[in-house]
């Protein structure tokens, strides 16, 4: 009895040790290593946000993913690629920028649309009295609907992104349906603005991943994520002093700053932060000024110039 159990369990495990080597090894999670290798782990801004008033649960974004360095061989050929930066804290990829260049104190201030226009005028006002172009990334529902401040932004000289149409969390959704979200709201800002959105694209609630950001560079644009996010949609009844606070405690040189068109929050406290970062030597620049500012720009970045025509 006692000889046979032993047999028995010697024989499953000579067996098993045999298929095993014959397995493929169970994989491993894809991020963990590459986020261990990440230098400088920074603390994370609370993924969620939203347009202000979007009833939309954004989904859960790995903070792994985030924090991911692409490595350099996923750059695809160009004729600068080997100018395309790697060290750190520069996190641009030839897909995804999330940072400028630390090397002069520009800061993006950006400006997301999508639910309401009623702050623009005011937002609109105080760049203006600071003589500041900045960065609108614009959902093509919001351009149906307020077609007036959507051309007002871009009569002000002011850069304009592609928001998505209508802002859903871009990993659920089908290649073909990013393709078309990304399409329409690109003929709409040139019907109604007589502008292109190409090539910056920011993904709703910061929801994407590799297979998104391929396919936003396919269709001609790099995905621009951003350094400080103001709260201004994250925090309900956040006040001016607290995004003017929350934003100028983050500051760094090279920051993009995410902010919305539908906070009043942001509009009453524009003119003081302007204020703030020109006291602190910062000059505010649209998102392609700040890449362009990186003499290590990518190539997506430095075809700014030829796509936006200024
Ligand atoms: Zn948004």
Same mark, same amino acid.
């Given at each position: ?53 979007? @009833?939309?649960? +954004? $989904?859960?974004?790995? /903070?792994?993913?985030?924090?991911? !360095?692409?490595? *350099?061989? =996923? ?9 395309? @930066?790697?060290? +750190? $804290?520069?996190?641009? /990829?030839?897909?995804?920028?999330? !940072?400028?260049? *630390?090397? =002069? ?13 009623? $702050? ?191």
């Amino acid at each position: 009895m006692l000889l046979q159990l032993t047999i028995l369990v010697v024989g499953t495990l000579a067996v098993a040790v045999y298929v095993s080597r014959w397995l493929p090894p169970t994989s491993a999670p894809e991020r963990s290593p590459r986020a261990a290798n990440v230098p400088q782990q920074k603390p994370r801004e609370p993924r969620p946000h939203s347009d202000s008033i979007s @009833p939309k649960k +954004p $989904p859960a974004v790995s /903070t792994a993913e985030a924090e991911s !360095v692409q490595p *350099p061989q =996923e750059i695809p050929p160009s004729d600068n690629v080997e100018t395309v @930066p790697t060290p +750190p $804290p520069l996190r641009v /990829t030839s897909k995804e920028v999330e !940072v400028g260049s *630390p090397s =002069e104190k520009l800061v993006a201030l950006t400006f997301d649309a999508g639910s309401s226009a009623q $702050p623009v005028p005011a937002i609109l006002q105080a760049l203006a009295q600071h003589g500041v172009r900045s960065t609108f990334f614009l959902t093509g529902q919001w351009i149906e609907r307020h077609p007036h401040a959507a051309r007002q932004i871009a009569e002000a000289g002011h850069e304009l992104g592609n928001h998505s149409w209508s802002h859903p969390p871009f990993t659920s959704l089908t290649d073909e349906q990013i393709r078309e979200q990304l399409r329409r709201t690109e003929e709409i800002a040139q019907r109604v603005c007589g502008r292109s959105t190409k090539p910056l694209f920011r993904p709703p609630f910061g929801d994407r991943d590799e297979r998104v950001r391929s396919i936003v560079a396919e269709e001609g644009y790099l995905t621009i994520y951003w350094t400080i996010d103001s709260w201004d949609s994250v925090k309900r009844d956040i006040t001016p002093q607290e995004i003017i606070a929350r934003v100028m405690r983050r500051m760094r040189p090279g920051a993009i700053v995410l902010m919305h068109c539908g906070s009043e929050a942001t509009a009453q406290a524009l003119p003081q932060l302007l204020q703030a970062l020109e006291a602190q030597g910062y000059r505010a620049v649209t998102v392609s000024e700040l890449l362009r500012s990186d003499g290590q720009a990518p190539q997506a970045a430095s075809s700014l110039r030829a796509s936006q025509g200024n």
